[in-house]
């Protein structure tokens, strides 16, 4: 059985409709891209799966739960963990401040998150503000961590950033998968470094699902006609 699954996802906001048939299948300790062209409907579906944004039409279930009534918090609270685009950390906390805010009960402490990215122990104690955009990505993803999450989802967790942070954002999702069970959704438009990490990716077009498969069998053609400039 799927930890995560979307049929059909429809989903507005106000009278405009964003998601006109997502389909989406995450195992347990999977790593899914979720990949398409920028407005195609890729954060909207993260936001359906948050509960950050209500579903139209279609079946939600993560562990097995219909969990479309749920508010945002409950479904955090069954075990899903985002690292949203933006990074939004709470500017006036410091590092240690945003990482305990968040936390719940499990193997992910401040020990473990600082392990993951030791630059966020050298900042303990600074202001979140005063971080570059890479560290704060990385305590984004820490925060999230925090949670104890089931599945995690990284949107744009690279995006903006300098190449050297890039590689830094990369490895630890590589480190994830080799040494965790944590499932994972990863929203990027890096397929060489999406190849190296992901089991299987899910293609938007236009709010729908228009491809999905082995990350290995994502070739050439269908990259140029759903995923090129």
Known sequence: MSLLSLQGIEAFYGPSQALFGVDLEVGEGEV?????????????????ICRMLKHS????????????????????RRGLGLVPEGRRCFPNLTVR??????????DWTLDGVTGLFPRLAERRDQMAASLSGGEQQMLAIGRALMTNPRLMMLDEATEGLAPVVRQEIWAAVRRLKA??????????????????????????????????????????????????V
């Open 97 to 106: 401040e945003n990482l305990i805010a968040a936390a719940r009960p499990g």
């Open 32 to 48: 899914c891209a979720l990949m398409g062209r920028n407005g195609m409907g890729k954060s909207s579906t993260v936001k359906v």
């Open 179 to 228: 040494e965790t069970g944590l499932a994972l959704i990863v929203v990027d438009k890096s397929i060489a470094e999406l190849r190296g990490v992901a089991d299987r990716a899910v293609v938007l077009e236009r709010g729908a699902t228009v491809w999905s498969g082995a990350m290995g069998a994502l070739d050439a053609s269908v990259a140029e006609r759903y995923l090129g």
């Open 57 to 76: 039409g279609g079946t939600l279930r993560f562990a097995g739960e219909d969990i479309a009534g749920l508010p945002s918090f409950k479904a955090a």
